[in-house]
């Protein structure tokens, strides 16, 4: 019989995966396109350059697009024209509209360029950016400690999409809390759902799941419902792109449905989030911009036609699930549990 040697799990500072760099000319990222088959970087110079790099789906995940528009600004300071960053915000802000932590991202960084000399925007604009960045890991380090600590010994979680270091400046969300959960003896065992149609859970969950010794399984999303009945889930662990104001959750297309499973079968269901992706701005879910892409992407998988020519699809990239369907929303600044509008007002802005 062939011994197998257990991976040993990474520690939660250790970064394994360094998919995002900063050059001070330049921004570097892992094409997340290319996942799991070929880790290849792609060079953003221009504000314009990192706008397309997360239109075309180079960089995601709601964190990291914020992180990367950071950068982004900061590339437009470097001529020292506060025209040139004025003009590179709505750039950027059109990249994508559904991940609010992109606006978060902007204004901050549009503040930051109007207070100051325009000789010394660089320096300004680059110290920013790597702070936004910096403030971002610590947030995932801090939801992992708050998200973990809510979890039973041995637990076998589901996860959704990729909220892990890859979406995010570094250990992730969702993973942040799998991963702190596995080294406190919290998790067991995670089962990553596929995520159609753009298989963020079994190109990028896995593979990050994978490198950081955690024990994983991957199933496809419709064998969600057969697993919660048949073997023991103890929780749903998911991301968000924006909270509203009554804290009603947006995430990937699929995740209400798994919500709605979660309830059914009585299995808490956690997001995990930083206060970037809170938008008290929008009172309720059904305000928040749903983005529909490329039917491309749903009637092919990596080129090959999936569906008969000329098939008509949808592709709605995201849904919203109801927050009386969430069990916890863990924040780095506390946990919001019930998920409600005054609780998540609490813990938010209170803390702010
Ligand atoms: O379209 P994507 O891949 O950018 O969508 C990402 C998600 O929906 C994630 O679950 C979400 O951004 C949370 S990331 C920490």
Redesign the pocket.
């Known amino acids: 019989m062939t011994k197998t040697t257990k991976k040993k799990a990474v520690p939660l500072q250790e970064d394994p995966i360094r998919h995002i760099v900063w050059k001070g000319d330049r921004l570097d990222v892992i094409d997340q396109r290319l996942l799991p088959r070929q880790v290849r970087y792609v060079s953003c110079r221009t504000a314009k350059e990192v706008a397309q790099a997360t239109s075309d789906m180079v960089l ?4 990291l697009i914020g992180c990367a528009a950071a950068y982004g600004m900061a590339l437009a300071a470097r001529r020292c024209r506060l025209k040139d960053v004025v003009a590179a915000e709505p750039v950027l802000r059109r990249a994508r509209p559904t ?1 609010v932590n992109l606006m978060h991202a902007l204004d901050l960084m549009l503040a930051v360029a109007k207070t100051g000399p325009e000789a010394a925007l660089p320096e300004r604009m680059s110290a920013a950016a790597v702070k936004y960045f910096q403030d971002d890991l610590a947030s995932n380090l801090r939801m992992a400690e708050l998200g973990a600590a809510l979890l039973e010994p041995g637990s076998r979680v589901i996860t959704y ?3 892990g270091a890859l ?2 400046a570094g250990i ?2 969702a993973v942040g809390m799998i991963r702190a959960g596995y080294l406190a003896g919290k998790v067991s065992h995670v089962y990553p759902c596929e995520t159609r149609p ?1 298989l ?1 859970g079994s190109r990028l969950t896995l593979w990050e799941l994978m490198q950081a010794g955690i024990p994983a399984t991957l199933i496809t999303d419709n064998m969600a419902a057969h697993l919660m009945k048949t073997r023991k889930i103890d929780a749903v662990i ?4 924006r909270i509203a104001a009554n804290a009603d959750v947006c ?2 297309i699929g995740t209400y449905g798994l919500a709605i499973l979660a309830k059914h079968h009585d299995i808490p269901f956690y997001v995990v989030a930083p206060s970037t992706t809170v938008d008290f701005s929008t009172p309720s879910g059904d305000r928040i911009p749903i983005e529909e892409r490329s039917i491309l992407e749903v009637v092919e998988v990596f080129g090959a036609p999936i569906a008969p020519k000329g098939a008509k699809a949808h592709h709605f ?2 849904d919203v699930t109801p927050h009386e369907l969430v069990t916890s929303i863990v924040t780095e600044k506390g946990v919001v549990s019930p998920a409600d509008g005054e609780n998540l007002r609490k813990a938010v802005k209170s803390a702010c």
Do not use: E, I, L, M
Request: aromatic share 10%; proline share 5%; glycine share 14%.
């Open positions: 995601r995940g709601a964190p991940a999409c990729n909220a979406a995010t992730g969300t753009y963020q998911v991301g968000s792109d995430n990937k990239a995201f």
